[in-house]
């Protein structure tokens, strides 16, 4: 591997945000090429922080098993977003060699329109019956640590949401109390037709990291975690749908000087032979 080409994976590796500026302007073949030259988690990363429709045409680009591998490493959010854009029959393609469960949370999202509470949501926080007893529903957190991070969220039989557990007082419980007695009755909750500008704007972020989605019957669907609210926060100010964190605003200046370079090894073959 040439130094120039080390060189671009590093800047797509520790400022992705600024990779992504650039590559917005490079050919989708072009930049398939080279992100299929970095681990899944950094292409990941990168396409993450591209405009969806750019990201789209770079994954049409690519490989069926490198879009599997990044469907697969994207929560349901990212994955969902780029799935509505890709042609229809490569999307089910893709979907239809997922695990069942993934493919599932991401089905569950394309339905909603875009840029919705029920398309940003993450379909895989945890619910849990109220008739539940502390101890079981701290087993079912073990089971699953990921989809439960501050509070649990409580259905009755119908599946409505009709509570919501802070962790630290469901570890403090007494092991046979029911969450029924334990939850906070009638939870802040966002509506799956929301659009982004309710979500962002919405008094609940105040009060809790996470918020719960229902359907117009109240049914629990999901919840929206505050990395979201950021991501849309970043979204309606910006313009775009990269984020720019403390280590890239102090690497502005290596980035900047770089981004010439990227462009030039993503740049055409013909291009650069001509140049030269």
Known sequence: MTLEARFAEALIRDYPGRA??????????????????????????????????????????????????????WPPGVASRLARRLPEDRAEAILEALPPAKARGIRSLVRFPEHTAGALMDPNVLALPEHFTAVEALTRVREAPDQARYNLYVVDPDQKLVGAVNL????????????????????????????????????????VHSLPVVDDQGAYLGALRYRTLRELEDLLIRGGYRDVDAREALGDLFSEAASGLLDALTAPRAARTEES
Not at 25 to 31: N, Q, T
Not at 32 to 46: F, I, M, P, S, Y
Not at 200 to 206: I, L, T, Y
């Open 168 to 207: 630290r007082e469901l570890f403090l419980a007494a092991p046979d109390a029911r969450l029924r007695d334990l939850m906070i009755r009638n939870p802040i909750a966002l509506p799956a037709s929301a659009d982004r500008t309710v979500v962002v704007s919405h008094p609940g972020w105040k009060e």
């Open 20 to 73: 992504a500026s650039v590559l917005e302007r490079i050919a989708p073949a072009d930049v398939a090429a080279l992100a299929a030259r970095v681990d899944v988690d950094e292409a990941a990363e990168l396409l993450r922080r591209i405009s969806p429709q750019h990201a789209a045409d770079i994954l049409e680009a690519s490989s069926d098993a490198r879009v599997k591998a990044l469907f697969e490493h």
